[in-house]
């Protein structure tokens, strides 16, 4: 069992910065590849990116060379570092939690979920 909350949303301009937080808990974090993923109102839940258990990273085209995933395996905490923000990243941002050594792009290959957090860019 693993349990995943996320923190460090908010409300930042366009052309800013944040870094989420995904905190896990077991003992077993650096056994799972983790994925970022987010949702806009009304809109299904989209890939953003994807950690190995490596460390290896796949990112969606849309934020390619804007934002970087990291991982602690110390601290049981993986990171999306987001840079150059625009008002279409604004969303609820969730990280997930698959075993296996790599990440995936479709929801349903996680099986462990955060609450979510919330980011919100400004024009």
């Known amino acids: 069992q693993v349990q995943l909350v996320e923190s460090g949303g908010g409300l930042v301009q366009a052309g800013g910065s944040l870094r989420l937080s995904c905190a896990a808990s077991?003992?077993?974090?650096?056994?799972?590849?983790m994925g970022w993923f987010r949702q806009a109102p009304g809109k299904e839940r989209k890939f953003v990116g994807s950690?190995?258990?490596?460390?290896?990273?796949y990112y969606a085209d849309s934020v390619k060379g804007r934002f970087t995933i990291s991982r602690d395996n110390a601290k049981n905490t993986v990171y999306l570092q987001m840079n150059s923000l625009k008002p279409e990243d604004t969303a609820v941002y969730y990280c997930?939690?698959?075993?296996?050594?790599?990440?995936?792009?479709?929801?349903?290959?996680?099986?462990?979920w955060g609450q979510g957090t919330q980011v919100t860019v400004s024009s």
């Open positions: 997930g939690a698959r075993s296996g050594r790599y990440g995936s792009i479709f929801v349903n290959d996680y099986t462990y």
């Open positions: 077991g003992r077993t974090f650096s056994s799972y590849a």
């Open positions: 950690i190995s258990e490596s460390s290896s990273t």
